[in-house]
């Protein structure tokens, strides 16, 4: 099923992927490939201390996006703007569909529909 909008909710352990339309959500968890790896920090190491972001889970959840035409990116904290990044490096025809980047701390799914419903509704009627 196609939607017009879509909604991530992202950080460093996983990402809620919706396709949301009036009366539909279609909803995909993605997470890294080693769930138990912190993404955002390595305490202990030379260098800055950063271990290196996994651009093949910013990867499946750029392909998750596929089909909308209308895509808000949320999160907590620094995943969302590496999601960007990527989309940007990678994923150019994303790029254009990115409607809005906010930050939102840890909903519940209902919540994150809620959210997403009323921020395109917003949005939608500014056109």
């Known amino acids: 099923m196609s939607h017009y909008h879509a909604l991530v909710w992202i950080d460093h352990v996983e990402a809620h992927v919706m396709h949301i339309s009036p009366d539909d959500v279609e909803k995909s968890v993605i997470q ?4 138990h790896h912190k993404l ?3 305490v202990g190491t030379l260098g800055d201390g950063r271990a290196p972001e996994d651009q093949d889970y910013y990867h499946r959840v750029a392909e998750a996006l596929a089909g909308a035409s209308e895509i808000l990116i949320v999160g907590p904290a620094q995943a969302k703007l590496q999601l960007i990044k990527h989309i940007h490096a990678h994923d150019a025809k ?5 409607v809005g980047v ?14 997403a ?3 395109f509704h917003a949005k939608d009627r500014m056109l």
Do not use: C, F, I, W
């Not at 890294?32 to 769930?35: D, F, G, Q, R, T």
């Not at 994303?94 to 990115?98: A, E, H, M, R, T």
């Open 102 to 115: 906010e930050t939102v701390d840890h909903p519940t799914d209902g919540q994150l529909v809620a959210y």
């Open 40 to 42: 955002h920090s390595k």
């Open 117 to 119: 419903r009323k921020y």
């Open 94 to 98: 994303l790029v254009s569909k990115v």
């Open 32 to 35: 890294p490939n080693s769930p």
